[in-house]
């Protein structure tokens, strides 16, 4: 792979496409476009305090410390056999008799007489006269007294008070979400109640005179409709409370109504379709008319050119574009991250990786380009190699679901060669 720039020419996308007519038509850059959805995006702050167990999956509202140091006693490492270095005097090897015997559970205050040892488990807690924990697989035992080659440092074995965290320290910052690895971290400090961010009230709905539900037989000229499942799988989340206003026919009046009932109570609605520049695609102008604004639309975005983003008093909107692929492209490129904010999430950003392109492409340059990748290989450098799949994506859904992930084209680039570096958004 080579490090060399992409060829590129410089494009006029300064403009705007929101509700300023003096900065019309011109498409918007995704990063712009994004930015002003992220303005838009006002973190909920009311928050419920709930017990751990239904805390699991939602936005944790404040930084969870801890109430005592962790660990909270010197406790054992190993299975073993706990001793006092005094109890070592001289040339090794030692023998010496095993007392008795303490487990995870016990209070930990056994005394071994001088010259004798403990059998510890581990997790048990450390008697204060202890200097170290001997691993069992380190000592030959026979009957009651093991026989030790070696001497141990002072405190081997030992996990000591306060050595994971201090008292008061910070385990998780608020804003993340609550998955397995911070539900241990909250139990690990004895939270038995969390406070989380509210749920975020989320209203879906697809626009589309030919859309029919999946199952349903198809009358000619209809389609089943899949973004509505695409929809309700990425917003299937603890810490979204979904109101699926279903199908709307391209009825004007329809879609206002939906929208006016979709927007009251809602953090955030959702539509797909009707954003492009075909006469029945009227969503960002019926918007307007029931009351909304729109701050930015027609991004230079390939797929989905034709999103909006919007805020109807106190609901934010994102009207994706009707075909599968821009819907699914530009909801994890622009709705996802949106989202993610409004719910009061602090990691919104996608993450991306470097792959090295399997292919040549000559394109015109002002969109940026999200296409479905698959992962073909590595180069000598170990650098994964991705192949775009075809020339054409937007409304071939069968694509999606054979990539590995999205190779990102920059909007300026003229043409990208085999072995360039690009940015790939892996699915997960
Ligand atoms: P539109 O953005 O409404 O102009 O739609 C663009 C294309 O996507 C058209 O071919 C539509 O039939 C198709 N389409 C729109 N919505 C859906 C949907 N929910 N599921 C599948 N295809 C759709
Ligand atoms: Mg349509």
Redesign the pocket.
């Known amino acids: 792979m080579t490090l060399s720039s992409i060829k590129t020419v410089p494009v006029d996308i300064t403009s705007c496409g929101c509700d300023d007519p003096t900065l019309a038509a011109k498409l918007i850059p995704v990063n712009v476009a994004l930015m002003r959805g992220l303005e838009l995006a006002i973190a909920v702050d009311e928050t419920e305090i709930v017990p751990l167990e239904r805390a699991l999956g939602r936005v944790l509202a404040e930084p969870a410390t801890t109430p005592q140091p962790l660990p909270s006693f010197d406790n054992s490492a190993m299975d073993g056999y706990a001793v006092r270095l005094d109890d070592l005097s001289g040339e090794g090897p030692w023998q010496l008799p095993v007392f008795g015997r303490i487990a995870a559970g016990d209070a930990g205050d056994l005394v071994a007489p001088k010259g004798q040892v403990l059998r510890i488990l581990t997790g048990a807690p450390v008697p204060a006269d202890i200097d170290a924990v001997i691993m069992q697989e380190h000592v030959t035992r026979a009957h009651d007294s093991i026989t030790i080659t070696k001497r141990p440092a002072l405190g081997l074995n030992i996990r000591r008070l306060g050595e994971d965290l201090a008292e008061g320290a910070e385990i998780l910052p608020a804003g993340v979400e609550i998955g397995s690895r911070e539900a241990c971290a909250l139990a690990a400090i004895g939270a038995g109640e969390v406070a989380v961010k509210r749920k975020l009230k989320v209203a879906i709905f ?3 005179s ?2 029919v539900a999946p199952g349903a037989a198809l009358a000619p000229g209809q ?6 499942f695409m929809l309700l799988s990425a917003l299937d989340k603890p810490w979204i409370e979904l109101r699926d206003l279903g ?1 709307v026919p ?1 009825q004007p009046d329809d879609l206002i109504a939906t929208l006016k009932d979709a927007a009251a109570g809602a953090d955030m609605v959702i539509s ?5 520049v ?1 006469d ?2 009227h969503m960002p102008r019926l918007f307007r008319e029931a009351g909304g604004n729109i701050h930015a639309m027609r991004v230079a975005m390939k797929p989905g050119k ?1 999103v909006a983003i919007g805020k109807m008093n106190g609901a934010l909107y994102v009207g994706l ?4 692929v ?2 699914f492209v530009t909801w994890h490129i622009i709705g996802a991250q949106i989202l993610a904010k409004r719910a009061g999430l602090s990691k919104t950003e996608v993450t991306t990786d470097i792959v090295s392109a399997g292919f040549d492409v000559t394109r015109r340059p002002g969109r940026k380009e999200y296409r479905p990748a698959q992962i073909v290989g590595r180069d000598a450098n170990g650098i994964e190699i991705v192949e775009v799949m075809s020339p054409s994506y937007s ?1 071939r ?1 069968a694509l999606l679901s054979a990539a590995d992930g999205l190779v990102l084209i920059p909007a300026e680039a003229t043409e990208a060669s085999r072995g360039e570096a690009l940015d790939f958004i892996r699915f997960s």
């Open positions: 697809c626009t589309g030919e859309l389609i089943w409709n899949s973004n509505r199908t391209d797909t379709g009707g954003v492009s075909g029945e695609d034709p574009p009707g075909n599968p821009s819907a409304a859904v």
